[in-house]
């Protein structure tokens, strides 16, 4: 992706879950208590960027501890768009949950998440996804590419639960099928 890709600026700005620890002085307002330090074992939302920093960045080992492993400042925690009920609903049928209101970058986020996690699962269930929903994508983007809209009769309900990539995928589709008409149309006439 480009530097100025905005689906990747968007992506790394999704808020995820991480646990800070150590003590931080002067961030307690992540937590909503401005007075106070944010304390080790607390629980906050950061954006993608700045999480993956802290969580890949390590810290010098303390003299007061025993082991000589640097830690890092925070622990990553999988976001809630790519939790447990997620990945089940989406085993038990991909097509039924709309990635939209998951993430917007519902397929950017996970493929960030699975750079920073080895979960073997949620890769194939997000490969899974992918491909099971694309055959439905091409199946509407034929019915759409029938007309001169995207109007796919109905099919707004479809359109709204696409994520990102989904929608770029379905409008090249589109395209195509518009395409593969104005052709035909064009050979009958010669």
Known sequence: MSYYDIDAILTDAEKVPCKFDLDV?????LDNNPSAPLKSGTTVGLPLWLAELLALANRAPSTSSSDDDPKSFV?????PSLSGEVMSALKADPRAVPLRDQ???????GTRMLDLFEEK???AILRRTFVTRAADLALHAGKAGATDDMNVGGGEDFLRGLDE???RLFKKAHD????KKE???????H
Do not use: Q, T
């Open 176 to 179: 195509g099928a518009r395409g």
């Open 183 to 189: 052709w035909m149309e064009s050979v009958k006439r």
């Open 103 to 109: 993430s917007h970058n519902f397929y950017g986020l």
């Open 25 to 29: 002085a002067e961030l307690g307002y």
């Open 121 to 123: 699962d949620i890769c």
């Open 165 to 167: 990539w989904e929608r």
């Open 75 to 79: 622990s990553l925690n999988l976001p």
